[in-house]
């Protein structure tokens, strides 16, 4: 892979996923040797996963507290991940990138299945505040019909 030796996983839960309005930044990574699709996960512990304004979709850090997260792993390059990051707005505190532990959907049950990756959560400053707005009702999964309300916004 190319971008540096390093690798980190990501998991991707929203408009990163396949059939999603941004999957177009990881379909350019992967053609640019700097990505690779490992497969559908499912987060060990249960997040929160609400949608904030313009539809866009947030996981929140609060383990324990909504529902077992469905989504997409990836094999990404440091350049990849800059990339990302860049997307998600690391630097003006849109989105933060913590870890999370996923498991293959059928080891859901079994711990010896669990593989540490790194997500995008919403950033701390607001993050908590979002899921007492939404009432601490969320989903376990970004849909294709959740993405019809997303706004791409241009920086």
């Keep these: 892979m190319g971008g540096g030796h390093n690798k980190k996983l990501i998991f991707v839960y929203g408009t990163l996923k396949r059939n999603h309005t941004n999957h177009f930044l990881l379909e350019d990574l992967i053609t640019q040797n700097d990505a690779v699709f490992v497969g559908q996960r499912t987060t060990r512990l249960q997040y929160p996963l609400v949608?904030?304004?313009?539809?866009?979709?947030?996981?929140?850090?609060?383990?324990?507290?909504?529902?077992?997260?469905?989504?997409?792993?990836?094999s990404v390059s440091d350049r990849g991940l800059a990339r990302l990051d860049e997307l998600e707005g690391i630097k003006v505190e849109h989105y933060?990138?913590?870890?999370?532990?996923?498991?293959e959907d059928e080891e859901v049950e079994e711990s010896n299945g669990v593989?540490?990756?790194?997500?995008?959560?919403?950033?701390?400053?607001?993050?908590?505040?979002?899921?007492e707005r939404k009432v601490k009702c969320g989903m376990c999964e970004f849909g294709e019909n959740d993405g019809v309300l997303y706004v791409r916004l241009c920086s």
């Design 51 to 74: 949608t904030g304004l313009y539809g866009i979709p947030y996981l929140i850090n609060q383990s324990e507290s909504g529902k077992r997260i469905r989504g997409e792993l990836y």
């Design 96 to 103: 933060e990138r913590l870890p999370i532990e996923v498991v």
């Design 115 to 131: 593989v540490s990756a790194e997500a995008y959560f919403a950033h701390r400053r607001f993050g908590e505040r979002l899921w």
